[in-house]
């Protein structure tokens, strides 16, 4: 998904749980920040201290370079969880491991990922750590049918949306992917394989897409983004409300019918290509009184003046360097920034080292 759902979207599910302003707002930031988030090693301060913070996204992606981007510590986690083909811990999907690891829409890992999560709501990261499971819960259904490793199993052909060839698209797989593309019969060759919903760039992301492709194993795939964003809503509204009441096993109703109406109507109807267009559609909208809550400005900077790094580090630079020095202020051990960077951590290691090895799956 993109920063119109993982931020906007969620935002908005948020008050519908019951959560006020500042901690919606906080919830949402933390989801779309994994996306942004993507630098890591050691910040240095100029009196000495030191704190190390972590990566939850890769830069502009470069799918030719699938080496580097294999990475089970940013994938995994938090872009396609594992589903074990919907099976829950003890059982095994049909198939190999890799059947294990494809990430399913609302699994039984997610859903113990949501209960470790609710379990540890008290702590000071417990809101942000909350943000980071939205965003990995949401992927789950936008990334269905995917694996966060380089295999074939992410190998597609005859991508297509409502049912028209794109006669852009042979062209665009063909100068991202170079050699591993045949652009004779749309499908991906070679030892080399995309990463992830690589060779579905965009289309598992965009909100109002309804599309078709032929999996790996030439199985054709129907997928309706606005009726899975749709789902993924309302699910998640009743994740944030079970964390409100500290009971992973509450049966919560989730978003009444008329905020579901308002958010479905404005998955299928905003269309604009780009997701930061979209993103300021919702925020118009928060702003103007359209959903049942109180109007609010609602803003997202993740990097630069006002941002949570630059309220943490003093720093408004995109990019970091080894050499670089932060000034240090007692109150960077209470900000949202780093906050956000120990609950990347708690999160991570809840899913690699605690939770998927309930289901067999050795992932690092």
Not at 157 to 178: M, N, S, T, V, Y
Not at 264 to 281: E, F, I, V, Y
Request: aromatic residues 10%; positive net charge; charged residues 25%.
């Amino acid at each position: 998904m993109q920063i119109d759902f993982h931020h906007g979207t969620v935002y908005v599910i948020a008050r519908y749980a019951g959560f006020g302003h500042r901690e919606a707002a906080v919830v949402a930031y933390c989801s779309q920040y994994v996306d942004d988030a993507t630098n890591s090693g050691i910040i240095h301060f100029t009196n000495g201290a030191m704190y190390q913070r972590t990566s939850s996204a890769h830069k502009t992606l470069d799918y030719r370079n699938f080496r580097k981007l294999a990475n089970c510590y940013v994938w995994i986690p938090f872009h396609f969880l594992p589903g074990n083909g919907g099976k829950r811990a003890g059982e095994n999907p049909d198939g190999t491991f890799i059947d294990k690891i494809i990430c399913r829409p609302d699994s039984p890992v997610a859903h113990d990922m949501l209960s470790e999560c609710i379990r540890q709501r008290d702590n000071l990261q417990g809101l942000h750590r909350l943000g980071i499971a939205m965003h990995v819960y949401a992927d789950t259904w936008s990334h269905q049918g995917f694996a966060g490793v380089s295999h074939q199993v992410n190998n597609i052909a005859a991508l297509d949306r409502q049912g028209k060839p794109d006669p852009e698209l042979k062209g665009r797989l063909k100068r991202l992917f170079g050699n591993i593309f045949n652009d004779a019969t749309s499908s991906f060759v070679g030892g080399t394989l995309p990463l992830g919903h690589g060779a579905a760039l965009s289309h598992p992301d965009r909100p109002y897409f309804k599309w078709s492709y032929r999996d790996h194993q030439d199985q054709l795939v129907k997928r309706d983004n606005p009726a899975q964003f749709s789902a993924a809503a309302h699910a998640m509204c009743k994740a944030m409300q079970r964390f409100r009441i500290g009971d992973a096993d509450a049966r919560p109703p989730g978003l009444p019918n008329e905020a579901r109406d308002k958010i479905n109507h404005l998955l299928q109807t905003l269309t604009d290509p780009a997701g930061d267009s979209r993103h300021q559609q919702w925020l118009a909208r928060i702003k103007d009184g359209y959903f049942d809550f109180p109007p609010v400005t609602l803003d997202y900077r993740p990097k630069g003046v006002k941002s949570w790094k630059d309220e943490a580090l003093q720093t408004r630079k995109a990019k970091d360097r080894q050499k670089d020095r932060f000034p240090y202020h007692p109150s960077f051990l209470g900000s949202d920034w780093k906050h956000f960077h120990d609950a990347l951590l708690a999160h991570r290691y809840s899913v690699i080292r605690k939770i998927l090895p309930r289901y067999d799956i050795c992932a690092a």
